[in-house]
């Protein structure tokens, strides 16, 4: 049984703060892992894909994966009102016929205090 | 607005109607999925095509029949569908060569039933 797990939250973080968003997962075959941060009754949008040990970073965003420590974090700087959402930590196996299954962990709710 | 398009975007129905949901993608995705969000919790997969075929179904009730009449369509057809079924349903796509695709995200439908 694969398994991502993240804090439910809300994380609270001040207006211009660095938001740090962890997650862990089972499987250690798994090779993608993606962020989607969702509003409110909005769908998940794609913020961050990472594949390879280290970081990435793209603009505010800074995706963190160690896969020794089966352990994905997101980072966003200078945090803005508007980040307020739920962020999603998504993990895919290895990829077939079948589709390029995601794996969601239960999402982790920021909350960033003007 | 996301290049997954779903329609409609909100539907109410009682429990003996029959309704359908569509989504229509034009990125040459070969891999189409069905979600079902309830509030606070993750989506949750219902069923995956690849290459127009059914490849997956989790076990969802026969109330919800999937078709993929072609590679940029999915539908999703309701009958009888209960109370507990009033969610947000969402549907992605991606690419299938390759272990790195991420799953793009329609805006959903909001089901309600009466």
């Known amino acids: 049984q694969k398994e991502v797990e993240q804090n439910s939250g809300p994380l609270s973080v001040p207006e211009g703060a660095i938001a740090s968003l962890n997650c862990t997962y089972s499987d250690r075959v798994s090779q993608s892992f993606f962020w989607y941060r969702q509003y409110s009754g909005k769908s998940p949008e794609l913020i961050m894909s990472i594949y390879s040990n280290g970081d990435k970073e793209d603009g505010r965003f800074t995706a963190q994966l160690n896969k020794a420590s089966q352990y994905v974090s997101l980072l966003i700087r200078d945090s803005q009102p508007s980040d307020s959402a739920t962020y999603l930590c998504?993990?895919?196996?290895?990829?077939?016929?079948?589709?390029?299954?995601?794996?969601f962990g239960g999402g982790t709710r920021l909350m960033v205090k003007p | 607005d996301t290049e997954v398009t779903q329609t409609p975007k909100h539907l109410v129905m009682g429990m003996t109607n029959k309704k359908s949901l569509k989504c229509e993608q034009h990125m040459g995705h070969r891999a189409m999925y069905w979600y079902k969000q309830k509030a606070k919790k993750p989506p949750e997969l219902m069923f995956v095509y690849s290459y127009e075929k059914l490849s997956i179904n989790e076990s969802v009730p026969s109330r919800f029949s999937p078709e993929c009449p072609n590679s940029s369509l999915l539908n999703l057809h309701l009958h009888a569908l209960q109370p507990e079924d009033s969610a947000l349903y969402l549907c992605?796509?991606?690419?299938?060569?390759?272990?790195?695709?991420?799953?793009?995200f329609g805006d959903g439908t909001r089901l309600s039933i009466l």
């Open positions: 992605a796509s991606s690419h299938l060569t390759g272990i790195n695709q991420p799953q793009h």
């Open positions: 998504a993990v895919n196996g290895a990829g077939d016929n079948a589709g390029n299954m995601l794996t």
